[in-house]
């Protein structure tokens, strides 16, 4: 994690509240809010029902991983709050097809989700895949993304990190060769996870999509094992 954004939240929720423990997660619980409203908004954009989208929130807020995290100031939720929304415009996007507004407000929310986690970079990446094979605005797209990453990346860089031995050098911050193959290994490792705990979500797809369903739980049990 880099925790930069979520930082700087901190700092001026301090200037307003006062720095303690009991005022960040105060900041984390309304984080937590809005993240649950983000949640709730993708549902609405896919048209599902109430009583679908009131139990899938449930389930989201009494999962065990979200609930703990929403009571502490670790980067979890604050990487899935600007993530969620990031995604929610995105997928307005991809249904305007005119118009760029909806895709810098979820690129822009993007570089504040990798300066918080670095996996933030992904989605804007996987938006503009598809977008190229859509012939859907790609050019003006990818000078977008690559105007707010170059920016928090610059961020990203020069922002200082503190070791044991001091301030950590610039080339510290990319990740060492020595340890590509553990940190590959534990992104992979997170895919089944990812799976199980979005299992909530099976309830708003529809059921013509019933082999895709059992494929993914399939997966999810196998993580269970």
Request: proline letters at 3%; zero cysteines; a positive charge.
């Amino acid at each position: 994690p880099s925790f930069i954004f979520q930082g700087g939240l901190g700092f001026l929720w301090g200037q307003i509240f006062g720095i303690s423990f009991v005022s960040m997660r105060m900041l984390t619980v309304l984080a937590t809010i809005i993240l649950i409203f983000g949640v709730y908004k993708i549902l609405k954009f896919f048209k599902t029902t109430e009583e679908v989208s009131i139990l899938v929130l449930l389930t989201l807020v009494f999962n065990p991983v979200l609930f703990n995290s929403s009571l502490t100031f670790m980067t979890e939720i604050y990487f899935l709050v600007f993530f969620v929304w990031s995604l929610y415009f995105f997928l307005r996007d991809l249904r305007e097809k005119s118009g760029l507004r909806s895709f810098i407000l979820g690129t822009v929310l993007s570089g504040f989700a990798f300066l918080i986690r670095q996996y933030g970079v992904f989605l804007p990446l996987l938006v503009l895949a598809l977008s190229f094979f859509r012939k859907d605005r790609f050019v003006k797209k990818l000078l977008i993304v690559l105007g707010v990453f170059a920016a928090s990346f610059a961020v990203y860089i020069k922002w200082p990190r503190h070791e044991f031995g001091g301030i950590s050098s610039i080339t510290s911050n990319f990740v060492e060769l020595k340890k590509l193959r553990k940190n590959l290994w534990s992104v992979l490792m997170s895919v089944p996870y990812f799976v199980y705990f979005s299992l909530p979500l099976l309830f708003a797809i529809e059921r013509k999509k019933i082999s895709f369903i059992a494929f993914l739980l399939v997966i999810a049990g196998t993580a269970l094992l």
